[in-house]
């Protein structure tokens, strides 16, 4: 049954993460969008990461593509996997303040030099090994969180890890 369980539900977060449609004004739950992630990257996690989520709120619901916001979260999430090296974890935290939800994934993985912080958001740049990443991930997450009129931040030290923070409109 738990395996059944589980199958299902990586089975649903692929079928929406992959929906492809142009809608903008779809009403996404954030939390939904953030566990469908986990499950299709739970292999990755397993055994090795551990997971703590803390979310304020039962319903947070934003404005824009349920698919593309998927996307976005996905590629934290797979980035905060990447650079941990070993055994680690990621916190992923949701708060309500005023009409934004602030959504911070903090990883323990290596960290980003000062040097590379202003760079992350840049098309084709990369702190991974060459033939390791594009350098589109993050550009694609800054592209998506502009769309959805939202904010997103990094904080990063070498050696301590990062915390990336977006900042979305409830509706």
Request: hydrophobic residues 35%; negative net charge; glycine residues 10%.
């Amino acid at each position: 049954n738990t395996g059944v369980q589980r199958a299902t539900d990586i089975i649903r977060g692929l079928n929406r993460f992959s929906r492809q449609t142009s809608s903008t004004d779809e009403k996404c739950d954030v939390h939904i969008v953030i566990d469908d992630c986990l499950s299709v990257l739970n292999i990755q996690l397993i055994n090795r990461i551990d997971v703590e989520k803390s979310y304020k709120r039962e319903d947070v619901f934003v404005l824009g593509n349920e698919g593309r916001l998927h996307q976005a979260i996905f590629n934290i999430l797979s980035n905060s996997i990447q650079a941990i090296d070993g055994d680690g974890s990621i916190k992923i935290a949701t708060n309500v303040i005023d009409s934004f939800v602030e959504i911070r994934i903090t990883d323990s993985g290596c960290g980003i030099s000062t040097d590379s912080l202003g760079q992350v958001f840049d098309p084709f740049y990369t702190t991974k090994e060459p033939g390791k990443g594009t350098g589109l991930g993050l550009t694609i997450v800054y592209d998506i969180v502009k769309e959805m009129s939202g904010k997103i931040e990094l904080d990063s030290k070498v050696g301590h890890g990062t915390t990336v923070s977006i900042k979305l409109p409830v509706i």
